[in-house]
């Protein structure tokens, strides 16, 4: 059963804190203009050559990708890959000539024409740095051998943006930390971490506020740093948050108000008839805390990931086939989460 | 089962919307002062002469009742039979020599030396003025043979306060009107009905306000008119009352918030840890209206009543043997009502 779920549909290491880990490197062909200069023959001929070089490499990696063209996509399904975290909201809105590579377990996505030319991205289920970042690079190695990736000795990779220059790589991981923002020592902890050169985002990326609990740590710095470094500079600082998020939970749930406030917003969602994807967020993070802490039994990590998964506004409609009104949204919400749910107490 | 069940414990006729029906006669002694006024020797006596006047009768309902010296109990235990609507508040806290004679389905009381020297009161389940009545009547009659009660051919029975004069007679009814509280018709049905002679007051009587949309309708007249005019004005206004709570009811189950808001109601009371009195009385109305509708099944409203009627905070503390705090009462009552609704759906 397992072994057929999606990356996004398990729970791995860490992963009553660490919900999941990505790793992105942004890279740029040598002798065709960034993306927001190219014209369509540009573009075309960038995203051949990236398609030839996985395809027509001999990497038995290749056979596990597809080909998406995001405007053979009806709306709701890109915007279900950019709720999977598989594409970026700005690639899925001027998608026009854009595509993106996808390996069949989702777990890792080649857009083509992005803010880059090239964005690979590696996610992965719980704390996952080193595993993640390894994939992630034997991808870009396979690409470079025919791409020959646009590098300076002094500067390192070449990326649109100043702040991807150097490594072009971010990594972040999906913190849930209902326990520390409880004690309200979210904020402290996030003022800290942009001094170690970390920056802390809700859970779609910059701009977005963090509902249930859930912050996406990341590094920041590009320039003056390995990749290696980079990566377990990020690692020892999501550990101390996960000992830290531990430590406060079993503080916190010997509270009978917790345990109330838990048991509660179980009982919201095995009965609501409409839930909004805030809300959803909001309560399924109280019973996440729950499993985690064994109060609860007859749903583990991975199937809450799975269920979150399942219940994005587009991913509904995506499976729904058509476009629904919010209020139609929040009925399909309601019933999954009620079936994903009954006899969990 | 049934009808080993207390009045406070089943459901009657229009028990949708009617939940119960009471009926109190104000008496008097006539040689002895009112209460406010007696020394004790003459609360002694007039003690003494009213439970003589029941069990020395010849009536075989004497056998049935039981005489409870207030001071002689718990507070717990008296604040329980003011939650049953036993004795008065009042009553309960001067209770030093006074005494109640309770029959034992709880369903008649006769407070002694309350405001007046005999308050025969009695509850019953549903719409059932009149049959309320004629019992109520037949207390009377009964006393009045030995005791011979207080009565001026101008001015009919005699009371300590004037706006008891003539008939003595309270009738109440308590009506569930969640419907008509949501449609916010409440108010002016409340100012339609001071005009009609009637009045209305939360759950607990007069100064109570209204919680989970319960509404105690009662006749204010007690002169100039008979006992059988002021019960069959009552019984009119309270039929129509419950004809216009179950069609705006019907109205209502049609809409998908309001299915949302009594889904979740019931999924709240079958998870919460901590449950305080006033929402259990405002999550149990939304249950209540659930049932009556058919939206909910595996509870009915005389479980439902028996519910409400052991959650009350004095009630619980009775059951448990001892005062409790505060939040020691919220997570009994929590526990009660999780039980009591395990399995609905």
């Known amino acids: 059963m397992d072994n057929e779920r999606r990356w996004y549909e398990k729970a791995g290491e860490a992963g009553d804190v660490v919900v999941s880990t990505r790793v992105r490197l942004a ?24 398609r030839d070089a996985l395809f027509q490499s001999n990497s038995p990696i290749a056979g596990d990708f597809d080909f998406l063209q995001i405007d053979a996509m009806s709306e709701q399904q890109a915007g279900s890959l950019v709720e999977k975290h598989l594409i970026s909201p700005q690639f899925a809105a001027h998608g026009k000539g854009r595509g993106v590579l996808i390996s069949k377990d989702e777990s890792i996505s080649i857009m083509v024409n992005e803010e880059d030319h090239v964005r690979i991205q590696v996610l992965r289920e719980g704390l996952a740095l080193c595993e993640t970042a390894e994939t992630a690079d034997r991808i870009d190695t396979l690409l470079n051998e025919s791409l020959h990736f646009a590098f300076d000795e002094e500067l390192g990779y070449l990326t649109q943006c100043p702040t991807n220059l150097g490594t072009g790589m971010r990594a972040s991981v999906m913190l849930h930390l209902p326990a520390l923002a409880e004690r309200g020592a979210l904020s402290r902890i996030v003022s800290n971490l942009s001094k170690l050169g970390l920056v ?49 939970r079993a503080a916190l749930l010997g509270q009978i108000r917790v345990q109330d406030r838990i048991a509660r917003a179980l009982g919201v969602l095995q009965t609501a008839r409409l839930l909004s994807g805030e809300e959803f ?19 583990d990590l991975a199937d809450l990931n799975a269920l979150t998964a399942s219940v994005q506004p587009a991913t509904l409609s995506a499976k729904a086939g058509k476009a629904l009104s919010a209020e139609e949204r929040d009925v399909l919400r309601a019933e999954t989460v009620r079936k994903a749910l009954r006899g969990v107490a």
Chains 1, 2 share one sequence.
């Open 27 to 50: 890279r740029n062909l040598r002798d065709i203009p960034f993306p927001s200069r190219m014209n369509a023959a540009q573009r075309a001929e960038s995203e051949r050559r990236v």
């Open 200 to 248: 802390t985002r809700g859970t779609y990326g910059e701009g977005t506020g963090i509902t249930g609990a859930m912050v996406q740590l990341s590094n920041q710095i590009t320039l003056g740093l390995s990749e290696t470094e980079a990566v377990e500079n990020l690692r020892n600082i999501a550990k101390q948050l996960v000992d830290a998020e531990r430590e406060s």
């Open 281 to 299: 967020m909001r309560l399924s993070s109280e019973v996440r805390f729950g499993v985690t802490a064994g109060m609860l039994s007859g749903i």
